[in-house]
């Protein structure tokens, strides 16, 4: 069944999509709308909109294009690389899996824990997806928590959804992730983490609906355990009586509790200096480097440890920086070919409504469907926002409300069977993509309907 749907390479897909655009360049008509100045903001004035003399883009263009795309992103993908670096150090120390570990431990000594396991792990897991964009580094905790689960007596999926869901629904309603809400805000010339409060209610609501929804179903499947859809799968795993990581854990040291404290810490500050001093990517970025050095002397990293942690750490989004660049080289080839506007002209219409609640929702609803394609959230806003920030102002939707939409079509990760964190949890957990789906449908009409609510209050709050 995967194999039959699996999608063509983030890059071929971009690639593929950098040769029609500047095939159509040669087609397609140029246009340009007139822009003014409203309390300081540049915006288009809908009503400007006329046809101008188009530049069609040659093999040449196409071919220099991924160049000035990495060069014009520049700001973004090195906020990505040294972002990406001081996390890999965070990492390093082991810090944030000593935490869950010791969380994970504390359920064989308390009644008290066993009941709240799955409210304070999906809000540590959601928590990191809001925060610092946890995602792939839910996946080896896969494997603690299906064992937890079943001693709880619950099942596979429940281990599953704790750190897998967990994080991919605080990804999605994030209020600070570096990189989709910080990367879409920059491109969208919203400035970077505003509208922190709003976005906390919602990842509130969101982490709560989900909580609720798994705590009803373990409790459902505890009482009788034949309904879980792997119950097959965790009787076999009951009789292996599989080991995991806990049995050698001893537990959260001053050190990891150091470490912790200086990631709060560096949060608290990165808000602080947003909300006083509107700080941009460039002040945050520093912030975290900073934060990496101090990390890695508190966490007692050697001078080897902590430059091979932070060089792997932006190693790994090296694949995110790439994407950031060929996503910006389509907007550099429809913007030479002067057809950006033209494009702008003939989407409002399709985006457009009586109410821009309804519009709002139609930019969710494509933003859902590109997810399927595109999964990288740093290169889906740079792709997208540079479009969808002026669409919005078109259709009587803030730029602030554009970026929400965006986001939440990251709500669709954890079920589409083309992301590679959805197809690598379910490999290592041996649970069929179909019989995941079906589980999840009902949590994903719970996300679908909280973005229609949450994207038609902040069109009437303005917000």
Known sequence: MLKKIRMPNTFV??????????ISTWFVPGGKYETQVINGKTVIDPSSFHYVASNPQGFVDLMMSPIKGFV??????????????????????????????????????????????????VTLFSLGGASFGMAEEAIPFVMIFIPLALALGYDSIVGVSIPFVGSQVGFAAAFLNP??????????GVPVFSGIAFRLVVWFLATALTIAFLMWYAA?????????????????????????????????????KAVLWMFVATLSVMVFG???????????????????????????????????????????LITTALVIALARATMILARDAHIIDTM???LTPLVQS?????????MFVIQSVINFFIHSGSGQAALTMPIMAPLSDLVGVSRQTAVLAFQFGEFTTPMIPTSGITVGVLALARIPWVTWAKWMIPLQAIYFVLALIMLAIACQLNW
């Open 13 to 22: 897909l971009l690639f593929s999509l950098l040769v029609m655009l500047a």
């Open 72 to 121: 014009e992103a520049a700001l973004i993908i090195g906020f990505v690389l040294i972002v990406g670096g001081a996390f890999a150090v965070l990492q390093k120390t082991q810090a944030i899996d000593s935490m869950i570990k010791s969380v994970a431990l504390a359920h064989t000594r308390s009644s008290l824990v066993r009941v709240m396991i799955i409210p304070v792990f």
């Open 179 to 188: 990189f989709n809400v910080g990367i879409a805000q920059g491109i969208a």
């Open 220 to 256: 459902r499947i505890k009482k009788n355990p034949e309904l879980s859809p792997t119950y097959a799968i965790d009787q076999e795993r009951r009789a292996q009586k599989q080991d995991h990581e806990l049995s050698t854990f001893e537990g959260m040291t001053k050190i990891h």
């Open 274 to 316: 947003v909300v006083k001093y509107e700080w941009f990517i460039n002040e945050i970025a520093a912030l975290f480097l900073v934060m990496a050095i101090l990390v890695g002397i508190v966490g007692r990293l050697s001078s080897d440890e902590f430059v091979d942690a932070f060089i792997q750490g932006a190693k790994d």
């Open 344 to 346: 702008l002209f003939h």
């Open 354 to 362: 009586a109410n821009p609640v309804f519009a709002a929702h139609k």
